[in-house]
């Protein structure tokens, strides 16, 4: 079985790891610059509100959302979603997080192509990540490593393809997010409303933030490599 595994059991700890300690690492770098003033003043919204605006997005709202690093982009409203305290404060962190998500909504607009290929995969991207890891636990019940297990075997490999798509939009929203800060970083800068000081601390703030969707693509990746390595492994057995 594979909890008995312990290759498995490894990818399991180094996975562990890969989710807590990014999210551990962005949530003290956002409190540590949410204490940091900017020099303007200028709280998330109005950030937002200005650089939309700038945009040609003036028909995008920007509104307030319970909850802490609740901030998004919700492209099927069109609106931009700040928690309060983003919304509301005048922080380096809020401002960052702020054009952040604004510079998600620059990118729908635009038609940023890995945004349309990542909204694509969202209906095969939520089946797969709840259907693939069923199968491939069904399988492994039925022993498809085993030579009983013929029918697990087609079980797991109908479940390595439906993981292999959760996998896949983890991978196709790293570009996605990147460049959103990408964005975010050059607005900040070019429009001074943060000194030079400050920018520093709104790249840390972002660069935290982008290191767990890269953290939680590489956990998949390695879960996605361990199920084809058995799968592969119970066909030369």
């Keep these: 079985?594979?909890?008995?595994?312990?290759?498995?059991?490894?990818?399991?700890l180094v996975g562990g790891a890969l989710v807590f300690l990014p999210q551990?690492?962005?949530?003290?770098?956002?409190?540590?610059?949410?204490?940091?003033?900017?020099?303007?003043?200028?709280?998330?919204?109005?950030?937002?509100?200005?650089?939309?605006?700038?945009?040609?997005?003036?028909d995008v709202p920007v509104e307030m959302v319970d909850g802490?690093?609740?901030?998004?982009?919700d492209p099927g409203q069109r609106v931009v979603r700040l928690s309060p305290e983003v919304y509301q404060g005048s922080s380096v962190a809020s401002v960052a997080v702020a054009?952040?998500?604004c510079g998600h909504a620059i990118q729908h607009a635009k038609g940023f192509y890995p945004v349309v290929v990542r909204s694509s995969l969202v209906p095969l991207?939520?089946?797969g990540s709840q259907?693939?890891?069923l199968?491939?636990?069904?399988?492994?019940?039925?022993?498809?490593?085993?030579?009983?297990?013929?029918?697990?075997?087609?079980v797991a490999l109908a479940g390595v393809v439906l993981y292999g798509l959760a996998v896949a939009f983890h991978f196709v929203t790293l570009p996605?997010?990147?460049?959103?800060?990408?964005?975010?970083?050059?607005?900040?800068?070019?429009?001074?409303?943060?000194n030079q000081d400050e920018m520093s601390g709104a790249k840390k703030v972002l660069s935290a933030a982008a290191f767990t969707y890269v953290a939680t693509a590489l956990y998949a990746l390695m879960e996605l490599l361990y199920w084809v390595f058995r799968l592969l492994g119970s066909r030369r057995d």
Excluded at 68 to 73: I, K
């Design 24 to 58: 551990l690492w962005v949530k003290n770098t956002v409190t540590k610059f949410s204490e940091v003033r900017t020099a303007r003043g200028n709280s998330g919204q109005t950030v937002a509100r200005r650089i939309l605006d700038e945009n040609g997005l003036r």
């Design 135 to 154: 199968l491939l636990m069904l399988a492994a019940f039925l022993g498809f490593g085993s030579k009983m297990g013929g029918m697990g075997f087609y």
């Design 1 to 12: 079985m594979f909890f008995h595994d312990p290759l498995y059991m490894v990818i399991m």
């Design 131 to 133: 259907m693939g890891p």
């Design 68 to 73: 802490f690093l609740s901030d998004h982009y």
């Design 99 to 101: 054009a952040h998500e």
């Design 125 to 127: 991207a939520n089946l």
């Design 176 to 194: 996605v997010e990147l460049d959103a800060s990408g964005r975010a970083l050059k607005v900040l800068q070019g429009n001074y409303y943060l």
